[in-house]
């Protein structure tokens, strides 16, 4: 990865907790940045270049298929955040689990952030019924990135229920050896399956195995 890929991954990771359009002051004042009035005009001028009319239905199919573009490359910039110097999700494990949660965390933020100024420019447009609209299939611009997120949170709990059994053993608790044990167990056989836990298109992953989590149960039983 290089200084660029790091500097565009960590950027769109701060956009998720924070106004988006202040960028300038969190990078420089030597950034390219524009106003958010100016990327919805542009947003639309855009489209005004590349379809070939002012037929209303080529015009949103054009928006409907960039804003779609725009989802998968925040995908694309979510999985590089959380991977870091990994080359895919199956090296996952090699991460201090908390800072991955974070970044996990961070990407959740971006989706949310994402959607709600979309539907606020989507809301501000209504008001002017007589000028463009945002008339999309909501599904297909944020069904990938909903996909996504839905796998994110499994895995912030799985790596969270780690985090919850790294610190046990470090204390040492009496009578938790053998529930510790079965937990390092788990582990091993989950990691030996090769999942890529990043694959959010692979239903057959199940980022934290049902074992797991009933182990987890039983050691904050013990623990208490």
């Known amino acids: 990865m290089t200084s660029s890929d790091v500097r565009m991954s960590a950027l769109t990771c701060r956009c998720a907790s924070s106004d988006p359009w202040n960028l300038a002051e969190q990078v420089g004042t030597s950034a390219q940045v524009i106003s958010k009035e100016s990327f919805l005009d542009s947003l639309f001028e855009v489209v005004d270049v590349w379809t070939l009319n002012i037929d209303v239905a080529e015009y949103l199919s054009f928006l409907q298929i960039l804003f779609e ?52 420019t989507k809301d501000k447009l209504l008001t002017m019924p007589k000028g463009k609209q945002f008339d999309f299939s909501e599904t297909q611009i944020f069904g990938k990135f909903d996909l996504f997120c839905r796998r994110i949170i499994k895995l912030i709990d799985m790596f969270s229920t780690m985090q919850q059994f790294h610190a046990l053993a470090e204390h040492k608790l009496e009578g938790m050896e053998p529930l510790l044990v079965v937990f390092h167990q788990i582990i091993a056989q989950f990691k030996d399956k090769g999942h ?29």
């Open 196 to 224: 890529d836990l990043l694959d959010f298109t692979n239903s057959k992953v199940c980022a934290a195995p049902p074992s797991l989590l009933v182990c987890a149960s039983l050691t904050r039983g013990a623990a208490v």
């Open 69 to 120: 573009r725009i989802t998968n490359q925040m995908i694309a910039n979510c999985k590089t955040c959380i991977l870091g110097d990994c080359d895919n999700g199956t090296e996952l494990w090699q991460q201090d689990p908390e800072e991955l949660v974070r970044h996990l965390e961070e990407c959740l933020k971006l989706k949310e952030a994402y959607q709600e100024h979309y539907r606020l």
